[in-house]
C-alpha cells in the first residue's frame, strides 16, 4: 500500500455556535482554506488537503481566536474549550481505531503551531505525544519494532522537556552525546534497543532535575501542557522578532493543530522528507527536496541530520515517489502556487502532513510566475498580485560575485547553496554578536553548527549565513531564503568552535572578525572580501514588471540628479524624474568653489559673478537630463540646503578658500561664523534662499530653461517641471513662481522657441498642507517631500532619531515602523489625505505626486495609490519595486481581481 485516503463528509461550521475546534480526516472535516485566518495557514491546509481526499493522518485544529483568548484569560483555557479538545481527541481515537493511553493501542499524536502567516521555525511542536512508561511497550508490540519504540521516547522527552518545560536542550544532548561516546558510536541510529532505554532513563534524570518532578504519564495532562506551550509561543522573543522583521501585523495568535503521529522511524521501508513542488532557490521546475530514511520529520527541518536528495526515496521506493509527485502536482494546481510540503513514509505507505506556498528567492519567484502563467495555472493578475513579493524584486536589484571568479577572495570550503546571492562580512559566531555589529554599522557573516529559531534576529542582521550542519530545507535555508539572505548550509568541510569562536577547515582558520564571503549559489565560502558587482534585470523580471505595468494606476518616477542615474531608471522603467536635487550637482570638483564664492559675496554683484560661472555648468547637466530623458517630465528642485553645507569647516578647508578668494583666514572664519544656525534643517534654505537672494533662483532657471531650449532645438521632447522647495506660505510660492516665469519668458524672448513647463511646489511643512488649496490655486502640482514632511510632523530629526531614541521606540512598540521608512498614515499619511483633497478641490488638474524615499516603499506605495496621488518618485534601484507594488495596491483594490 503506498497511500491513504479518506471518505470525506465536509462538515458546514454553524455561525450560531462559535466552535474553537475543527477537525479535519477521519471522515469528518469542519474547515477549509478559506478559514486561513481562524485555522492558521497550517490547519485550514490540512483540512483543505482532507477535503481533496489526499493521504492526511486525522487530526483537530485549535483556533487562533482560542489563543486570544487564552491571552485574554491570563494564560488560562477559556471556557468550554477543555469539552471542545476532548471531543477532538474522541475524533482522531474513532478515525485510528487508537485510544490515549491505552495499554494495547495508544494514540500518539504531534503538537505544532500554525499561524495564518508562515513562520517557518518560530513557534513550538512536540510530537510523540501520548508515550509513557506503558504505551512505549505497547507502541513496541504494536509495531513489531522495539528500538522505534524506544527512539520515539526518548524524542518525546526531549521535545515536552525542552518546549513545554523549559528543559535546556543542550542537557539532553549531553546526555545523547555522552552515551554514543561510552557505546563508541557515531550515530543515533546505531544505538540499539538496550542503549535507547538506557537513554530514556538519562533522559528523565536531565528533567527531573530541571524540574523537580518526573515527566507526567498522563497523555490528557501532556496534551494540556502541550496546547499551553504551543499557545505560549506565540509571544516568545523569537517570534516577536520575526513578526517585526517581516511587518507580519493583525493577527490574533497562532492556531494549534493536533494530528495522529505517523512514524517516519520505523525501518528502511519508512522516512521523512521536505520537498518543494519547483526548486525554491531558481524556480526551475520538477519536484526538489530531501528525504531521511528511518527518521522522523524534526530531523530534517532542524538540519539535525543532513539528508539524503529527494532521489533517494525514488530509488528506494518507486510506487510511494510516484504517489508523491501525483499529490504534488494536484496540489500545485490546486493551490496555483510552489508548495512546501512535508511528508512522512510509514511501512510503505505515504502521509502528507503539511503544505503552504513555498518561501522562494527573488531569481525563483519571477520564474515560477512566468512559467505558472505560461502553464495556464495562474492569470497575469494573479501572478502579479500574489506570486511575486516587492521584495522579490529588490533581491533582484542587489549586487553579485564577478562571475569571471577575479573577486579578490580566496575559496577555501564548499557548502550547499541553500539561498543565492553574494554576501560579505566580518565573520561571527552568535546571534548577540550579529545583532550589536549591525548595530555598529559592521557587516557582519553569522556562522553558526546550525541555526535554531532563537536565532532569528542574528541571522536577520547578518549580511549572509554559513552553517556546517544542515540540509537545503533547514531553518537556516527556509529562513535566508525567505528573507533573500545569502545562505551556504551543510558546510561538512568546516568545523565551527561556537564558544572559541572560529572555524577551521584543516588548514585555515577564521576567527571573529576576520572577513568572510558567501556565494549562496554555488555554496562557495571564500576567505577576505569578495568584489561585488551591480546586477541587472533578467528577462523573467522584465516580463513581470511589464505585467505589472498593465494594472497599475500610480506612476513610477525617480529622483536623479545625473545623466548616468537618469538612464539607469529609464532603464528600470521610470517614467520620468520626479526630483533633481540641483544642489548635488554643486559638489562635483571645479564646482564646490564657484559656489562657496558665491555663499561669502558681500555684495549682490559679486554673487552674480560666482553664479554667472556655474550658470553654463548647470544648463549642461540639465540638457543632458533632458536628453536622457527624452519625452518624460523632469522635476527639478531649486536650491534646497542650507548654505553651511557648502563650507569648509577645518583649518585647511578655510585657508585654501581664503587663498583662492584673496582674502584673509579671519575673513573667512567670521563670514562661515555668521551664516552658522541652531538649526540649520529649519532654517535659511529652500524658497527662503530664493526668497533673500533671487539672483540664486533666477541663474537656475536661466541654465534650465536655456538648457530646455537647447535640447528640444537638437529634437528632445522635453518636458521640464520647477519645484519650490520649503514653501509655507502662498506668498513665498507666488514669488519664486514670479522669478521662474520671468526669466523663462526672457529666454524663450531670447532664443525664439518656447518649451511648455509647469510650477509647482514641494509640501513638506506641515503648514502648507493644511493651507493646500490656497497653494493650489496658483502652484500646477505639488510633490510631497515625505522626509522632511515626516521630520517636521513628528517633531524627530531623521538624522539623529535613528541612533537615538528610534531603536527603543521600535522595540517597545510605541512606534510599529520607522517612520522615515515607511510612511505614518495616522498623522504624516493625514496630511497628505487632507492636502491632496483641499488641492484637488481648489485646482482638479493638479498633478499629485510623492519624491521622499517613501515612494520606493511598498507599504508606502499602497498608501499612496489609496490616497489618490498620481505618481510616486524613489530612487533609480527602487523603481521596479515601486511598479510592483503599485500594480499590486491596484489589484487589491479591484473588485474584479479573483481572490487567490
Not at 469539552?83 to 485510544?99: D, F, K, N
Not at 502563467?373 to 516587492?390: F, H, I, Q, S, Y
Not at 544648463?619 to 528642485?637: C, I, Q
Request: charged share 25%; with cysteine; glycine share 10%.
Amino acid at each position: 500500500m503506498t497511500s491513504s485516503v479518506d471518505t470525506l463528509t465536509v462538515q458546514p461550521t454553524s455561525t450560531d455556535v462559535p466552535r474553537r475546534v475543527y477537525r479535519f480526516g477521519g471522515g469528518h472535516t469542519d474547515g477549509d482554506r478559506s478559514l486561513k485566518a481562524l485555522l492558521g495557514g497550517k490547519g485550514a491546509n490540512l483540512a483543505e488537503m482532507s477535503r481533496l481526499g489526499l493521504p492526511v493522518p486525522p487530526g483537530f485544529t485549535v483556533t487562533t481566536e482560542a489563543c486570544a483568548a487564552f491571552y485574554d484569560a491570563g494564560r488560562e483555557w477559556p471556557g468550554g474549550l477543555d469539552e471542545e479538545v476532548e471531543a477532538g481527541v474522541a475524533h482522531l481515537e474513532a478515525a485510528t481505531g487508537r485510544r490515549f493511553g491505552d495499554a494495547r493501542r495508544p494514540l500518539l499524536v504531534s503538537v505544532r503551531s500554525g499561524a495564518a502567516v508562515s513562520m517557518p521555525g518560530m513557534m513550538d511542536t512536540v510530537l510523540d505525544l501520548g508515550l509513557n512508561d506503558r504505551t512505549v511497550e505497547a507502541l513496541a508490540r504494536a509495531y513489531g519494532d522495539e528500538r522505534s519504540a524506544w527512539d520515539a521516547y526518548r524524542r518525546f522527552l526531549d521535545m515536552f522537556g525542552d518546549v513545554v518545560m523549559g528543559v535546556p536542550h543542550a542537557g539532553f544532548e549531553t546526555a545523547l552525546q555522552g552515551l554514543k561516546d561510552e557505546r563508541g558510536v557515531t550515530d543515533d541510529t546505531d544505538l540499539d534497543v538496550v542503549a535507547l532505554r538506557d537513554l530514556v532513563d538519562r533522559y528523565k534524570a536531565v528533567y527531573r532535575r530541571h524540574t523537580g518532578h518526573m515527566p507526567p504519564e498522563d497523555p490528557r495532562e501532556q496534551l494540556r501542557f502541550a496546547i499551553d506551550a504551543v499557545f505560549g509561543s506565540w509571544r516568545s522573543d523569537r517570534a516577536i522578532t520575526y513578526r517585526r522583521i517581516n511587518h507580519i501585523r493583525g493577527l490574533v495568535g497562532t492556531a494549534v493543530n493536533v494530528q495522529a503521529m505517523v512514524f517516519g522511524n520505523h525501518g528502511e521501508g519508512s522516512g521523512t522528507g521536505v520537498l518543494f513542488s519547483r526548486h525554491p532557490s531558481t524556480g526551475a521546475p520538477g519536484l526538489f527536496g530531501e528525504y531521511l530514511a528511518n527518521a522522523q520529520g524534526e530531523d530534517v527541518v532542524a538540519g539535525i541530520r543532513t539528508p539524503q536528495p529527494l532521489s533517494a526515496l525514488r530509488d528506494a521506493m518507486p510506487e510511494v515517489y510516484v504517489d508523491l509527485e501525483a499529490a504534488v502536482t494536484r496540489l500545485e494546481r490546486h493551490y496555483g502556487d510552489m508548495q512546501d510540503i512535508e511528508f512522512t513514509v510509514e511501512e510503505g505507505t505515504l502521509y502528507l502532513l503539511q503544505t503552504r506556498n513555498g518561501k522562494r528567492t527573488g531569481a525563483a519567484a519571477v520564474k515560477i510566475a512566468t512559467d505558472l502563467v505560461r502553464e495556464g495555472v495562474v492569470t497575469k493578475d494573479r501572478a502579479v498580485r500574489d506570486l511575486v513579493e516587492p521584495g522579490h524584486v529588490d533581491q533582484l536589484l542587489h549586487p553579485r560575485f564577478a562571475t569571471d571568479g577575479d573577486h579578490g577572495a580566496t575559496p577555501i570550503a564548499k557548502g550547499l547553496p541553500a539561498s543565492p546571492g553574494a554576501a560579505v562580512g566580518k565573520a561571527v559566531f552568535s546571534a548577540e554578536a550579529a545583532e550589536a555589529a549591525k548595530a555598529a554599522g559592521d557587516a557582519v557573516i553569522l556562522v553558526r553548527v546550525e541555526t535554531s529559531p532563537e536565532d532569528v534576529g542574528g541571522m536577520h542582521a547578518a549580511e549572509g549565513i554559513l552553517t556546517s550542519r544542515g540540509g537545503m530545507t533547514s531553518h537556516a535555508a527556509v529562513v535566508a531564503r525567505g528573507w533573500g539572505k545569502p545562505c551556504v548550509a551543510g558546510c561538512d568541510g568546516i568545523v565551527v568552535n561556537e564558544e572559541r569562536r572560529h572555524v577551521t577547515t584543516g588548514t585555515v582558520t577564521v576567527r571573529e572578525g576576520d572577513w568572510l564571503s558567501l556565494d549562496g549559489t554555488t555554496g562557495e565560502v571564500l576567505l577576505g572580501r569578495a568584489e561585488l558587482v551591480p546586477p541587472g534585470l533578467s528577462d523573467d523580471v522584465t516580463e513581470v514588471l511589464a505585467w505589472a505595468d498593465e494594472f497599475r494606476r500610480l506612476g513610477v518616477r525617480a529622483n536623479a540628479d545625473q545623466p548616468a542615474d537618469a538612464e539607469q531608471a529609464r532603464a528600470f522603467g521610470a517614467e520620468g524624474i520626479g526630483l533633481c536635487r540641483t544642489e548635488h550637482m554643486f559638489f562635483e570638483d571645479g564646482r564646490i568653489e564657484a559656489v562657496r564664492e558665491m555663499i561669502l559675496a558681500e555684495t549682490e554683484h559679486d554673487r552674480r559673478a560666482a553664479l554667472d560661472a556655474l550658470l553654463p555648468l548647470q544648463r549642461g547637466d540639465f540638457r543632458a537630463l533632458f536628453e536622457a530623458m527624452d519625452g518624460l517630465p523632469v522635476t527639478v528642485r531649486l536650491l534646497d540646503p542650507p548654505l553651511h553645507e557648502f563650507l569648509p569647516h577645518d583649518d585647511a578647508g578655510v585657508e585654501a578658500l581664503a587663498d583662492r578668494l584673496g582674502v584673509s583666514v579671519g575673513t573667512v572664519r567670521r563670514r562661515v561664523a555668521a551664516l552658522r544656525e541652531q538649526n540649520p534643517m529649519l532654517g535659511h534654505r529652500g524658497c527662503r534662499l530664493g526668497v533673500t537672494h533671487p539672483e540664486i533662483t533666477e541663474t537656475q532657471a536661466r541654465a534650465l530653461f536655456e538648457a530646455a531650449v537647447e535640447a528640444a532645438e537638437a529634437g528632445a521632447d522635453v518636458r521640464p517641471e520647477v519645484m519650490v522647495p520649503l514653501v509655507g506660505t502662498v506668498a513665498e510660492f507666488r514669488h519664486q513662481r514670479a522669478v521662474v516665469d520671468e526669466v523663462a519668458a526672457a529666454v524663450f524672448a531670447e532664443r525664439g522657441r518656447t518649451v511648455p513647463y509647469l510650477v509647482g511646489t514641494m509640501i513638506e511643512v506641515p503648514r502648507a498642507a493644511l493651507l493646500a488649496d490656497a497653494i493650489a490655486e496658483e502652484a500646477a502640482f505639488f510633490s510631497f517631500g515625505t522626509n522632511d514632511l515626516t521630520q517636521m510632523t513628528f517633531g524627530y530629526s531623521r538624522d539623529d532619531a535613528g541612533t537615538g531614541f528610534l531603536p527603543q521606540y521600535l522595540d517597545a512598540k510605541i512606534l510599529p515602523d520607522d517612520p522615515f521608512q515607511t510612511i505614518d498614515q495616522e498623522g504624516v499619511g493625514l496630511l497628505v489625505r487632507n492636502a491632496a483633497a483641499l488641492g484637488r478641490n481648489a485646482n482638479p488638474a493638479l498633478h499629485l505626486g510623492v519624491c521622499g524615499e517613501h515612494g520606493g516603499d511598498p507599504e508606502s506605495v499602497a498608501f499612496f495609490h489609496e490616497a489618490g496621488l498620481d505618481y510616486v518618485s524613489c530612487s533609480p534601484f527602487r523603481v521596479p519595486v515601486a511598479r510592483l507594488a503599485a500594480a499590486q495596491a491596484a489589484l487589491r483594490d479591484s473588485p474584479d481581481t479573483p481572490e487567490a
